[in-house]
């Protein structure tokens, strides 16, 4: 295998339940957070199906590779970039189905961030805000872009530090699973070399901890698991306002 992996997850210190889940398959070399919302157990449920679906997608497609997919094949991307768009795709027709049958369900979704290594590369899909970074040579970088209200004002106009902390709905997304019975999934391709690291993590992690932050534990702390804890330590020390998640992946060459 061409990576070393660790995640972990956390409730965070204002919430009373987790809506996060995430995916750890090593054979599949797919690493997955999502971030569930819809209040009570909606969230978790969503959270739980998007994972489940990435997970059996990756796992019938890997024993037959000529099965037939729900979805064209987007010509514009490869086969590992359109393999990993359907399986979220699949996901969010799951959780739209689920919501729309089920009245206690209705409203639920969730996020989702994912990451694929093939033997050359690594491929990021996602829909929300939750994130990936890319981590090399002590300077981290944001992958994806938020699928948020706030981004959207941020691309539109230029807004003050004070502005950007004042804004009243941070935590507004704009496209999630869940929302509709299609979704647009953004995926993008790295090229990675020996020792880079890419972290998947919910808003609870990102939301509560700045890049310098990020960048000063993964530069000081090799063992994936312990730098796991440690940002999700940093977190909850800085308010834990929600639930904490993230995945660390290294890629070997």
Known sequence: MNFDVAGQTHVGMKRNHNEDNYLLLPDERLFCVADGMGGHSSGEIASKIAVDELA?????????????????MDKARNYDENRLATAIKLANRSIFEKASAEQRYKGMGTTVVSVHFTDQAAVVAHVGDSRVYFFRGGMLKQVTEDHSLLNDYLKAKK????????????NVIVRALGMKDTVQVDVSRLEPADGDIF????DGLSGMVTDQQIAEVLTKNTDLQVACGLLIDAANANGGNDNVTCILARWKS
């Open 56 to 72: 059996d997608f990756f796992s019938m497609t890997a024993k037959d590779q000529d099965a037939t997919w729900p979805y064209k």
């Open 199 to 202: 972290l998947l993590c919910s």
């Open 159 to 170: 807004l003050t530090p004070e502005e950007i902390e004042a804004f009243p709905h941070k």
